[in-house]
């Protein structure tokens, strides 16, 4: 879990913690650290860091600064910084990222775009085709 430490610093910027047995419909809209261990319907965004824990199931749209994903999520996932996916984790979705990190076993069904990251000449040429 290297986005969120048991530093106190960082635990002053957890906003919002949606726990085990807690069900969340709608849009969600944050501007500190959010930690989903329960469910989630709808869109998430944060302008902070997202964790979500290995019991947790999101079916929305994330948007994010950093994801640690050890739980499932449903949708597509953009994030201004970093993904790490660990080894329970699953995204069906597309994902939007500067830097990605994927432990073995996690799975990951979608598109990856590694933003910030130019597309070298001979893939361009190849997507032209």
Do not use: C, W, Y
Request: aromatic share 2%; net charge negative.
């Amino acid at each position: 879990m290297a986005i969120f430490s048991r530093d106190n610093e960082q635990q002053k910027d957890v906003e919002t913690i949606i726990g085990a047995t807690v069900k969340v419909d709608g849009n969600f809209t944050g501007s500190g650290d959010v930690v989903v261990e329960g469910h989630v319907a709808g869109t998430l965004k944060t302008s902070k860091d997202l964790r979500v824990g290995e019991g947790a199931v999101i079916k929305a749209d994330i948007e994010a600064a950093n994801v640690f994903v050890a739980g499932e999520i449903r949708g597509h996932v953009k994030s201004n910084g970093k993904i790490e996916l660990a080894p329970t984790a699953k995204i069906i979705g597309n994902v939007e990222t500067q830097t990605i990190a994927v432990a073995h076993g996690a799975i990951l069904h979608g598109k990856v775009t590694m933003a910030g990251h130019e597309m070298p000449p001979e893939a361009k040429d190849e997507k032209e085709k």
